[in-house]
């Protein structure tokens, strides 16, 4: 989370002179998603108390995190260099998000109950 707000900081104020505004949007684009996985892996560690199984919980944060570097990662490394070789990735870590959300949904479902 503090990644994503050095980012969404440096996005805002160290780039509008550096990139189009095109740019400026894919970049707020990879801070949003950055952001909002970033709270999916602080959920995935509060779910641990509330009897939700560790290991789906460690596969659902795995894909989260893979989501955060290939989604965003990319998206920043493609504003930042230009590079038009690092397009194809951004799907990719749009797909791990995906699974991800379907892992913690399982785990979710999947809990065991919690003594009291």
Same mark, same amino acid.
């Given at each position: 989370?503090? @990644?994503? &707000?050095? $980012? #969404?900081? !440096?996005? =805002?104020?160290? %780039?509008?002179?550096?990139? *189009?505004?095109?740019? /400026?949007?894919?970049?707020?684009?990879?801070?949003?998603?950055?952001?909002?996985?970033?709270?999916?892996?602080?959920?995935?560690?509060?779910?641990?108390?509330?009897?939700?199984?560790?290991?789906? @919980?460690? &596969?659902? $944060? #795995?894909? !989260?995190? =893979?989501?955060? %570097?290939?989604?965003?990662? *990319?998206?920043?490394? /493609?504003?930042?260099?230009?590079?038009?070789?690092?397009?194809?990735?951004?799907?990719?870590?749009?797909?791990?998000?995906?699974?991800?959300?379907?892992?913690?949904?399982?785990?979710?479902?999947?809990?065991?109950?919690?003594?009291?």
């Amino acid at each position: 989370m503090l @990644l994503a &707000v050095m $980012a #969404g900081a !440096f996005g =805002a104020h160290g %780039l509008r002179a550096l990139v *189009s505004a095109r740019g /400026l949007e894919v970049f707020q684009t990879a801070v949003t998603y950055q952001v909002y996985h970033s709270l999916a892996l602080l959920v995935c560690a509060l779910l641990l108390g509330f009897g939700c199984r560790r290991r789906w @919980l460690q &596969v659902a $944060a #795995g894909f !989260f995190l =893979a989501g955060i %570097l290939l989604f965003s990662g *990319s998206l920043y490394l /493609l504003v930042l260099t230009d590079l038009p070789g690092l397009g194809p990735v951004t799907p990719l870590g749009g797909v791990c998000f995906m699974v991800g959300w379907l892992v913690l949904a399982i785990a979710g479902i999947r809990r065991t109950p919690v003594e009291t």
